[in-house]
Nanobody, 128 residues
């Protein structure tokens, strides 16, 4: 059983930055594709970013939603079983609960149905 725990959320002003972390336990983290999703108030959950599996300490290929491309950076540290989401130039529309998710099958997908394990979520609030 894989457990995921997110941290790093908070409240910032527009233009600010936050770094989210997602620590995984159980299983073989390096072979998982890892994704970040978010759900804003009154909205459906949406894809934010993913990073492919990696055999090294770090690496993996990143993919981003158009809405965050150029502002967010996803990375992973397999030595720490952790995936990160660096969020810069935050906008009020980035306000949401952010979830990390693991796909143990290792293939990349922007669809939340393809992810088997989810964290509890961390709140990000961006004020104008």
């Amino acid at each position: 059983q894989v457990q995921l725990v997110e941290s790093g959320g908070g409240a910032v002003q527009a233009g600010g930055s936050l770094r989210l972390s997602c620590a995984a336990s159980g299983g073989t983290f390096s072979v998982y594709a890892m994704g970040w999703f978010r759900q804003g108030p009154g909205k459906e959950r949406e894809f934010v970013a993913l990073i492919s599996w990696s055999g090294g300490r770090s690496g993996g290929s990143p993919y981003y939603a158009d809405s965050v491309k150029g502002r967010f950076t996803i990375s992973r540290d397999n030595g720490k079983n952790t995936v990160y989401l660096q969020m810069n130039s935050l906008k009020p529309e980035d306000t949401a609960v952010y979830y990390c998710a693991a796909n143990p099958a290792g293939y990349n997908s922007m669809y939340d149905q393809k992810y088997d394990y989810w964290g509890q979520g961390t709140q990000v609030t961006v004020s104008s």
